[in-house]
């Protein structure tokens, strides 16, 4: 019982906000004693809404107290502390200030265990056990801990809300039904629970279905980045190797060509520094005979004269001296030239056969072209296009719904005739197109859905000023059957000819695709190529009163 009794004093003497002994205690009007710093700090944060509370009882103070030490509860501490009485150890079941406490509890208050919805209070442990015991409180909602259970009161009537109004979509309370919501399609709050919780339930199969959704995708998606990642390995290893034994080869090659004009150089050097001293060898042998008819040439006695000039007029045959024919000197450079035209037929092979080894690169970029096969997965690079009226030929345009559609004029209109406006029955789109684009053209009698370069011409010769007569413009003329053209080259399409068409561009990958937009998306054409410039997108009409074209408004 003593040891009971201490720890008794132990807790009448500890500060329910930091749970241990009080230092430097204050006691605020309500009552309870904190410790100074505790309770300074618990106000500063509710300075803002100029409202301070007890922690405790929840007591309000407006303005705020001033702190007034407590004397005596200080003195009693003090001598606590001097018979070697601690603080209390912190107990997990005690409430802080952040917990749900014990509406029941007095003194120092336990953790809430649970709520109930029908009392609106929270109890600990202790003082919920009645509402398992008791047969009319069993019957009673518990849920966790809540500190908003005054949110289930009306502010009205005072009155726990147990009924919606499906009306205006809020909890109300009876009172209120029979009031201001009279009239109302009102049910009892568990009512439109349960029902609110099957839809919930639904949104979570939906949401799950969604995750495995997203997770198989995901999981092919890995895939293909591994596959794509080991083909690029591949590719990449290969085309080093390819490329090194190129570079091997070009190298032996060099190697070649240089041994040869090495050996070439020391035979010739060889050949011409023989010659050389075969002529330096005469040379001496012809000076020394030309002092000895010097000296010969300044003998008096005549006899001896001719007797000696017979054998020293003899010279030995001369060594033939190479010709001294001016020519120009070309010693190796026609190996240079011979090399130089190696290089630029290697360059020039380069140059051809370059774009194909990028373009098969690029074409990898295409994948996901490949892979779109709903209209909702292409609406997703939908694009706003609207018509440049400036670019309409003015004979037979009329445009209309924000200029998205364009219609053959009834009658001749004469507008003025600039250098930007086609003078085939033509108009081109006000935005230009790059990266992936999406859009779909709705059409009636004879059309013709295109892209094209800005600086195709407007005029002038058909072949140039016309969609898909040239390199700068591609088309799909759509009639009783489709034809593709480009560059003056056509291709007939087969298949059922529909009243819309929709178009995908992914100007990077050199993609355009046509397709025949239903209830399912049939691809009509494909083209594969290098777009060098951004493209606009185009509309012709034939010459026939009432034809239309529409670019549909994506959402």
């Known amino acids: 019982m003593a040891q009971k009794g201490v720890h008794l004093d132990q807790e009448t003497f500890s ?44 007591q309000t103070f407006r303005p705020r107290p001033v702190l007034m030490k407590n004397t005596m509860l200080a003195d009693l501490v003090e001598e606590l502390k001097k018979t070697g009485l601690q603080a209390a150890p912190a107990d997990h079941c005690y409430a802080g200030p952040e917990d749900v406490s014990c509406d029941v509890c007095t003194g120092r208050k336990l953790k809430a265990f649970k709520s109930c919805l029908v009392c609106l209070v929270s109890y600990c442990e202790k003082h919920l056990q009645p509402h398992y015991d008791v047969a009319p ?24 809300m147990k009924m919606f109004c499906r009306t205006d979509q809020q909890c109300i309370c009876y009172l209120c039904s029979v009031e201001e919501h009279k009239g109302h399609d009102t049910v009892s709050a568990e009512a439109e629970r349960t029902e609110r919780q099957r839809e919930l339930e639904v949104s979570q199969l939906n949401i799950q279905q969604r995750i495995n959704d997203i997770k198989k ?57 023989e010659l050389q001293e075969k002529l330096e060898q005469e040379i001496s042998e012809l000076k020394r005979n030309d002092g000895e008819l010097k000296k010969l040439s300044h003998t008096e006695d005549h006899n001896q004269f001719l007797q000696s000039y017979s054998s020293l007029s003899h010279v030995r045959e ?74 309409a030929n003015p004979r037979m345009m009329i445009l209309s719904e924000r200029n998205r559609k364009v219609t053959t004029a009834p009658n001749y209109v004469s507008l ?39 600086d195709m011409s407007r005029s002038g010769p058909y072949s140039e000023c016309t969609f898909g007569y040239n390199d700068k413009s591609w ?75 529409t670019l549909c408004e994506l959402k």
């Open 15 to 58: 500060c329910c906000i930091c749970l241990d002994l009080l230092k430097d205690p204050v006691t605020i009007p309500c009552g309870h004693s904190y410790c100074r710093n505790c309770i300074k700090t618990h106000w500063d944060k509710e300075e803002e809404k100029k409202l301070h509370s007890c922690p405790q009882c929840r």
């Open 137 to 160: 409180l069993k019957k009673h909602k518990l849920v966790d801990p809540s500190n908003k259970l005054q949110e289930n009161i009306c502010s009205r009537h005072d009155e726990v």
């Open 217 to 273: 995708v995901m999981k092919l998606l890995q895939q293909e980045v591994e596959a794509m990642n080991r083909s690029a390995n591949k590719e990449v290893k290969h085309s080093e190797k390819i490329f090194t034994e190129l570079i091997r080869f070009i190298q032996e090659r060099r190697s070649d060509v240089k041994q040869q004009v090495r050996s070439q150089q020391r035979t010739e050097v060889s050949r011409v520094k």
């Open 318 to 391: 001369s060594t033939e001296l190479p010709s001294t024919k001016i020519r120009p000197l070309s010693y190796f450079e026609d190996v240079t030239e011979a090399v130089s035209e190696v290089r630029d037929k290697l360059q020039d092979l380069l140059r051809d056969k370059w774009p194909k080894v990028l373009r098969t690169v690029t074409e990898v970029d295409a994948l996901l072209s490949q892979q779109l096969r709903t209209r909702e997965e292409f609406l997703q690079y939908a694009r706003p296009i609207t018509l440049d009226p400036n670019t």
């Open 416 to 454: 003025f005739q600039s250098s930007g406006r086609f003078t085939s029955y033509q108009i081109l789109s006000r935005e230009s197109l790059t990266g992936r684009c999406y859009w779909e053209v709705e059409w009636d009698a004879l059309v013709t859905i295109a892209v094209a370069y800005k």
């Open 475 to 549: 088309a799909l003329c759509c009639h009783s059957e489709y034809e593709f053209r480009h560059n003056n080259i056509n291709t007939v399409i087969s298949g059922k000819s529909s009243r819309k068409v929709g178009v995908f561009l992914d100007h990077r990958a050199g993609i355009l695709s046509f397709y025949s937009v239903s209830e399912t998306m049939t691809l009509l054409h494909r083209v594969q190529t290098t777009f060098t410039q951004p493209l606009y997108a185009g509309l012709a009409l034939h010459f026939s009163e009432g034809d239309n074209a």
